[in-house]
């Protein structure tokens, strides 16, 4: 079976800076990928030439066996593709409802039907589900912009599971978010993952929630895997130690 | 209370030309065609985020066409049809450069497009007649009602912004306008929910400009007599301001920003000779240094508290 993403030799320069450096990995169905290392080790930048944001200077990437190289994050998305930014990201002059409801627009029908033809068609019902599933029912009429940074986080998370993506990468999601939301966005991920098989793949600094979120973890220092293995395995890896550590 | 101000206002639309001189009839269809305009620019810059200083341009393709046709003895709903599509296309190409820069290196792409038209309508002659303009531009008659005078003429240009009115709520209320907004909030977040930002992009210019094209088809018969200068750099920027002014985003921004251009001035007019201007320059400076929104955005900070 192929992997959801296979990812060979991709690495990007910055000019003289080599930020990825040959990285290759895949990412089975169903599995939650965790993507650690120190900072500047070239995770995000790692995220965004496989989510079409950055032209990667050479290698590979493909989603279920298909090349994907070069497409833009739109045609990312259509393919099943969902993702978060490190930063927030979501749509502060919309309400909590519309913010789901442009999360899952685009997947409906063609073009010109989304402007002549229903104005709903079902995803409203659908915004409501996700608002309940991640627990943010009272906030739904209120502007993205009125909610505090953890409800933000959490409804940028649900805003990437609004098309029910086959594949998510999440940059940092449990940065910013108290303890409580955090068990609960956990809980809620866990939930997805069994419940449609989604695959995850996760950059987090949080060791704690990668560790009991995740059921492989690969480490990345100064553009290359350095380690993978189960959260087990990387955790007592003199070679992750040191990167972190730096002795 | 909204809709019972809103009903206020159109019944006092519908009764004005009965009150005002002829002067008054043409300061209010100007207000008219100018809220058009503006409607497509709040369509561009306030819904989509994408700044243009070119709407100038394209009432002056639109006024120039209408009046080139009509003088011609083309109908008017042709000289609509060809200058709405003639600006959908130019906007629609226009919209090419955004996808590459944006903000004030945009504006001055669009700045450069403005100075180009306006330059075209002073130098091709053979075309447009230079700076002779056109004149005897006829006003239309629609299956025997005759719109020559002031009051019909502005009844017909109210009709045509009850129409681009209704299409505007429709188009911004709709995915696509969703997604327009979504392009002004978080272009990149946007595209990674699946929302084509390039076409989107496209669409925002071509439509905005299309909106200023029907507007230039009701300035060329409103005049009667168009020449390159009144759609100079001064109109875009103009438009701009009445954009700000009204609110930028908000569906009834146009109505008031275009009031508070083409109506303010002359209201100032009287009693203050010739310091008008001033108070006019002074009133718009004191507004957007405290109300960056616009009127509508200050009415809804102070009806909030």
């Known amino acids: 079976m192929n992997p959801v993403l296979e990812v060979r030799g991709l690495a990007k320069a910055f000019g003289g ?21 120190p900072n500047g080790s070239g995770k995000s930048t790692l995220f965004n030439c496989i989510l079409g944001q950055l032209a990667p200077s050479a290698g590979q990437v493909r989603i279920d066996g298909r090349a994907i190289t070069g497409m833009r994050p739109c045609q990312l998305n259509r393919l099943g593709v969902g993702r978060t930014f490190q930063l927030l990201q979501v749509f502060p002059q919309l309400t909590v409802r519309e913010n789901l409801i442009l999360a899952g627009q685009e997947h409906q029908a063609s073009m010109w039907s989304r402007l002549v033809g229903r104005r ?46 086959r594949l998510v990468l999440l940059d940092e999601p449990a940065g910013g978010v108290n303890p ?13 993952n069994a419940a449609q ?45 040191e990167a972190y550590l730096g002795h | 209370m909204k809709k019972l101000l809103l009903l206020g206002v159109l019944v006092a639309l519908l009764a004005a030309p ?41 009432v002056g393709i639109g006024a120039y066409t209408g009046a080139l046709l009509t003088t011609q003895g083309w109908p008017l709903w042709c000289a609509f049809v060809i200058a709405t599509l003639l600006s959908l296309a130019i906007g629609w190409l226009l919209g090419y450069p955004a996808l590459r820069v944006q903000h004030h290196y945009l504006a001055f792409v669009t700045l450069s497009f403005a100075t180009l038209v306006f330059l075209m309508l002073r130098n091709e002659e053979w075309l447009t007649k ?29 009709a045509i912004l009850a129409l681009v009115s209704a299409a505007t709520w429709w188009l911004v209320r709709s995915p696509w306008g969703r997604a327009f907004t979504a392009l002004r909030e978080n272009a990149m977040r946007a595209d990674s929910l699946g929302v084509d930002t390039r076409r989107y992009t496209l669409m925002a210019f071509a439509f905005g400009s299309a909106i200023g094209g029907i507007a230039g088809v009701l300035y060329a018969p409103l005049v009667q007599f168009i020449e390159p200068t009144a759609f100079n750099l001064n109109l875009s920027l103009n438009l701009l301001l009445m954009v700000m002014v009204g609110g930028s985003g908000y569906f009834l921004g146009p109505f008031l920003g275009a009031a508070v251009s083409v109506l303010l001035p002359e209201w100032l007019r009287f009693g203050s000779e010739g310091l008008y201007l001033i108070f006019y320059a002074i009133a718009v400076m004191v507004l957007m240094a405290f109300c960056p929104s616009g009127l509508l955005g200050l009415a809804q900070r102070v009806f909030r508290r």
């Open chain 2, 130 to 158: 230079g700076v002779y303009g056109i004149s005897g531009i006829p006003r239309p008659t629609l299956l025997g009602w005759s719109a020559k005078g002031p009051v019909a003429f502005y009844f017909f240009c109210l």
């Open chain 2, 18 to 58: 009965f009150f005002l001189k002829p002067y008054g009839i043409y300061l209010l269809t100007l207000w008219v065609v100018m809220t058009i305009a503006a409607i497509g620019l709040n369509l561009t810059l306030g819904y989509a985020g994408q700044i243009s200083l070119a709407q100038g341009a394209f």
């Open chain 1, 120 to 165: 709903d068609a079902g995803l409203g019902a659908a915004a409501d589900r996700m608002i309940e599933f991640f627990r943010l029912s009272a906030l739904a009429a209120e502007k993205a912009a009125a909610l505090s940074y953890g409800q933000q986080k959490l409804l940028d998370v649900a805003m990437a599971f609004m098309a029910g993506p």
């Open chain 1, 17 to 37: 800076i080599s930020a990825v450096n040959g990285v290759s990995f895949d990412v089975h169905e169903g599995e939650i990928l965790g993507l650690i290392g």
């Open chain 1, 197 to 241: 098989r989604a695959t995850f793949v996760v950059i987090e600094h949080n060791m704690e929630f990668v560790m009991s979120l995740c059921t492989r973890v690969l480490v990345l220092d100064q553009g290359c895997i350095i380690a993978e293995g189960t959260p087990e395995q990387v955790r007592g890896n003199p070679a992750v130690i």
């Open chain 1, 180 to 192: 409580t939301m955090l068990a609960g966005l956990r809980e809620r991920l866990r939930e997805i």
